[in-house]
């Protein structure tokens, strides 16, 4: 399993950049980037990319309603060009209906559609088709004026099964998230399943999975910061069906439950010392090193570490004990 970084808040954009250059420095080959309501991807994997002389570069993920797939093109051919020749990956998911609906004003219907369209409709652009008619994603005449220079693999960011057989069948990888190593082997079947439909999966086919870490040697410390930083997390509905799904049932109940009525409290005490070790690597090195140990034997091949702590000096630290 090779080990990436995948920097995000609380610093900054600038000190993001510089996390990612100071991995590369300690040999880290990869950096996967995320968007949520931070950095905007494109900008902050052009700057990566002019700051790097080595790294390849993913994202994980951007929301397939957010963006047509000849705005995904045209950020992903800037991106590879600053890259000149290395590897950008980029990774569509369906994210949340709050992030859709509340936060950008689109329709967070049918997901699974909207993955789907925006995948082919973002290769069909990147391979010189001018056209790619989808139920939710659509171009006409378009031709990408700023061409990739590098390899671009496209990945589908998924939790649950449907997602995951999607993956399977059109992606060349997979973007995971807040998982048990427990359910890795479930989600492997599940992309499995969906890879049946061209033939099997592929050999280069990358498995790649966000760990959100907190190293500390008072492990109830670091949990705490999981639970108050997560919490909220689980209680939208995708992440909360996952953590059902995950065998945590009665604790996604909780959560929702506290979450509908704004105690905060109620979500963090649903979020148990089991949710978070099983979520999450939190307390000494060795442990965090050991789980990531059960993660590569679950079948993850690419580790992006999100090391959470409160500056760019504490994340690179972090980064280079776990190398």
Same mark, same amino acid.
């Given at each position: ?16 950049? #510089? ?13 996967? $980037? ?48 600053? $890259? ?15 992030? =859709? ?18 995948? $082919? ?23 990408l004026g700023s061409p990739p220079l590098g390899p671009v693999p496209l990945y589908v960011g998924a939790l649950g099964p449907r997602m995951l057989a999607l993956a399977g069948e059109i992606a060349d990888g997979v973007c995971l998230n807040l998982m048990p190593p427990a359910a890795v ?65 009665? #604790? ?26 099983? =979520?999450?690597? =939190?307390?000494?090195? #060795?442990?965090?090193?050991?789980? $990531? ?31």
């Amino acid at each position: 399993m090779r080990l990436a970084v995948s920097p995000t808040i609380p610093v900054g954009a600038g000190h993001l950049v #510089e996390v990612c250059r100071r991995a590369e420095d300690m040999g880290y080959e990869w950096a996967w $980037l995320s968007e949520v309501a931070g950095p905007e991807a494109f900008s902050l994997a052009g700057a990566v990319a002019t700051a790097t002389k080595r790294m390849d570069i993913g994202v994980a993920v951007v929301a397939a309603a957010t963006r047509t797939p000849a705005l995904n093109a045209m950020g992903i051919g800037t991106v590879s060009q600053l $890259l000149d020749g290395r590897t950008f990956a980029y990774g569509i998911g369906s994210s949340s209906e709050v992030i =859709v609906e509340q936060w950008h004003g689109k329709i967070f219907a049918s997901p699974l559609g909207q993955v789907r369209d925006a995948v $082919l409709g973002t290769r069909a652009s990147l391979e010189g088709d001018p056209e790619y008619l989808g139920a939710s994603a659509s171009m006409r005449r378009f031709r990408l004026g700023s061409p990739p220079l590098g390899p671009v693999p496209l990945y589908v960011g998924a939790l649950g099964p449907r997602m995951l057989a999607l993956a399977g069948e059109i992606a060349d990888g997979v973007c995971l998230n807040l998982m048990p190593p427990a359910a890795v082997p479930r989600q492997l079947a599940e992309i499995a399943r969906g890879a049946e439909l061209r033939g099997g999966i592929p050999e280069d086919f990358d498995v790649m999975a966000r760990f959100h870490l907190v190293v500390d040697d008072d492990i109830d410390a670091a949990r705490a910061v999981i639970r108050h930083t997560f919490g909220p997390y689980f209680a939208q509905p995708v992440y909360n069906r996952f953590l059902a799904w995950c065998g945590f049932p009665k #604790e996604a109940e909780a959560i929702l439950s506290g979450f509908a009525t704004r105690d905060r409290d109620a979500v963090a005490a649903a979020m148990t010392d089991d949710v978070v070790d099983a =979520v999450s690597l =939190v307390g000494p090195l #060795e442990r965090v090193q050991q789980r $990531l140990t059960e993660f590569a034997d679950a079948g993850v091949t690419t580790a992006a570490l999100n090391v959470i702590a409160s500056s760019a000096e504490e994340i690179a630290g972090v980064l280079g004990d776990l190398r």
